[in-house]
């Protein structure tokens, strides 16, 4: 065990040095410039005054060449010390931006994740179950219909449906925890998103799994089929599900960006939106630190959760 984590360890750092530089190298060379922005966009700059321009540069940083600002912000990063934000909160520490905004899109991705999970495995296995059965192609069908729409279609129609045709709730609008009643609608919103991915997997490995010889064998014993599929199905079917729902997970912490903007929540998907509107450089890092990192996090969980769901994994 010691050994599997010292690798992963030396794996995320390099992988987390080689992200950071990538992304360190687009912003410098393509991003633009974020002092010259604020006199461009006119933010409480009424000319371009190049004295100004380069004081502020040396304030943030920004007047070295590429490989001593990349060398101060890794010296920083190791400190704690996230950098403050140039143009979206001006001289707020990022860290403390991120400590805010993080935890309600984890929050958000958290929930939706359970409840997409536990909807779309229970239709994907009662799809395999009925295969070629009508229960099958109109489950199959309905989670394709949903896939071809986009989440900000979804969105937008979900309240046109609810709050203006039958105004059973209304407008959700900002943030007021996971278990207020305006965070419901997002929510559903980002599990209806997953809900086909996940549908489709677990229909796919539950058919690989119910052709197995072992299966065979428990009917053949007598079994009922709930206790076939509660002990010997459920188990193997669930090693490329979790390997699913890790991705997932991923995608979900900084993508649901259109939910974010749509429902206005203050989360991590939105702060990406704005740094890269803003053209922030240290919001930027971070959310490349914070996306990296959540990477690498749910890839290990998923390497946790094998051997218990097939000990063979464990064993090689």
């Not at 140039?86 to 403390?96: A, G, K, N, S, T």
């Not at 429902?263 to 704005?274: D, K, S, V």
């Amino acid at each position: 065990m010691a050994s599997f984590l010292l690798i992963r360890l030396i794996r995320w750092t390099a992988g987390l040095l080689l992200i950071l530089f990538v992304t360190y190298g687009m912003m410098f060379y393509g991003a633009g410039d974020p002092i010259r922005m604020m006199f461009i966009q006119g933010e409480d700059f009424d000319s371009e005054d190049e004295v100004v321009m380069l004081a502020l540069r040396k304030k943030y940083g920004l007047d070295e060449p590429f490989l001593v600002q990349f060398g101060n912000y890794l010296h920083n990063l190791l400190r704690g010390d996230w950098g403050r934000s140039i143009r979206l909160q001006v001289d707020r520490p990022v860290l403390e931006i991120v400590q805010f905004r993080l935890p309600i899109s984890m929050q958000l991705g958290f929930a939706a994740t359970v409840i997409g999970s536990v909807v779309g495995i229970g239709l994907g296995i009662l799809a395999a179950l009925y295969h070629n059965r009508w229960p099958d192609p109109l489950i199959i069908s309905t989670v394709l219909f949903i896939t071809s729409i986009p989440v900000y279609v979804v969105g937008p129609m979900l309240l046109l449906i609810l709050v203006l045709q039958l105004g059973v709730i209304d407008v959700p609008y900002g943030w007021s925890g996971l278990f207020h009643k305006d965070a419901a609608l997002p929510v559903a919103v980002i599990a209806i998103g997953i809900l086909p991915i996940i549908v489709r997997q677990t229909r796919s490995a539950m058919l690989e799994v119910k052709g197995q010889p072992f299966i065979r064998t428990a009917r053949a014993k007598g079994l009922s089929e709930f206790r076939i599929i509660m002990r010997h199905m459920l188990r193997p079917m669930m090693t490329p599900v979790i390997t699913t729902m890790g991705l997932i997970m991923i995608g979900l912490i900084n993508g649901a960006l259109f939910v974010e903007l749509i429902y206005n929540i203050p989360g991590f998907g939105l702060l990406t939106i704005e740094g890269i509107k803003k053209v922030d450089y240290p919001i930027i890092m971070s959310v490349a630190v914070v996306g990296t990192m959540i990477i690498f996090v749910s890839n290990f969980l998923v390497d946790i959760i094998y051997p218990i769901l097939d000990p063979r994994v464990r064993v090689r």
